[in-house]
């Protein structure tokens, strides 16, 4: 009874980390380009290949997933994480294309070990999802990735994020 205790309180606690990380992440400001009145468009492109494109990019910025299918993959990721033995518990949520990601680990984790099991973390999430699938690098993809891995008791260990249009983690 102790040890769900213990567990409730871990997932809590995440669900809280979460919910702080997910309110601090704000859209950048995507500003149109001007173009003057009296300027002529030098493409010999028609003009509705232009609204294609846009149709495109915004399509795959927010890419839609089933929910049923996006759980089973949160539930591989994560029980693959869980795998390892220093680690104590993980969550996954996801709001449009961000995924929110924690791991709560033993207090014998150094950073650089937290930071290979982000990683890791990352790079099993981007197998599982459609997104490009990561290589020596974990590669550009669809969706970007906030990563904080910390100890039971609350305290960060390390905090990580990977936009979808680079191809590393940042620490």
Same mark, same amino acid.
């Given at each position: 009874?102790? /040890?769900?205790?213990?567990k409730?309180r871990?997932?809590?606690?995440?669900?809280i980390?979460?919910?702080?990380?997910a #309110?601090?992440i704000? +859209?950048p400001e995507?500003?149109?380009?001007v173009r003057?009145? $009296?300027?002529?468009?030098?493409?010999?492109e028609?003009?509705r290949?232009?609204?294609k494109?846009?149709?495109?990019?915004?399509?795959? +910025?927010? =890419?839609d997933i089933?929910?049923e299918v996006?759980?089973?993959y949160e539930?591989m990721a994560i029980?693959v994480?869980? +795998?390892y033995n220093?680690?104590?518990d993980a969550?996954i949520? %996801?709001? !449009?294309?961000?995924?929110n990601?924690?791991?709560?680990?033993?207090?014998?984790i #150094? *950073?650089e070990?937290? %930071? $290979?099991? !982000?990683?890791?973390f990352?790079?099993?999430? %981007?197998?599982f999802?459609?997104?490009t699938?990561p !290589?020596?690098?974990? @590669? *550009?993809? %669809?969706? /970007?990735?906030?990563?904080g891995?910390?100890y039971?008791n @609350?305290?960060?260990?390390v905090? !990580?994020?990977?936009?979808?249009?680079? =191809?590393?983690?940042?620490?």
């Amino acid at each position: 009874m102790k /040890n769900y205790t213990i567990k409730k309180r871990y997932l809590f606690l995440i669900l809280i980390i979460v919910y702080i990380i997910a #309110s601090h992440i704000e +859209e950048p400001e995507v500003k149109k380009p001007v173009r003057p009145k $009296n300027t002529v468009v030098k493409s010999a492109e028609p003009e509705r290949t232009t609204v294609k494109s846009t149709e495109t990019k915004k399509t795959t +910025e927010k =890419p839609d997933i089933d929910p049923e299918v996006q759980k089973m993959y949160e539930k591989m990721a994560i029980d693959v994480i869980k +795998e390892y033995n220093l680690v104590r518990d993980a969550a996954i949520s %996801k709001d !449009g294309d961000i995924f929110n990601l924690v791991i709560i680990v033993d207090y014998s984790i #150094s *950073k650089e070990y937290a %930071k $290979n099991l !982000g990683d890791g973390f990352v790079r099993s999430l %981007k197998t599982f999802f459609d997104d490009t699938p990561p !290589g020596k690098e974990i @590669g *550009k993809g %669809k969706y /970007n990735y906030i990563i904080g891995v910390y100890y039971p008791n @609350g305290k960060e260990v390390v905090m !990580g994020a990977k936009a979808s249009s680079s =191809p590393r983690m940042s620490w």
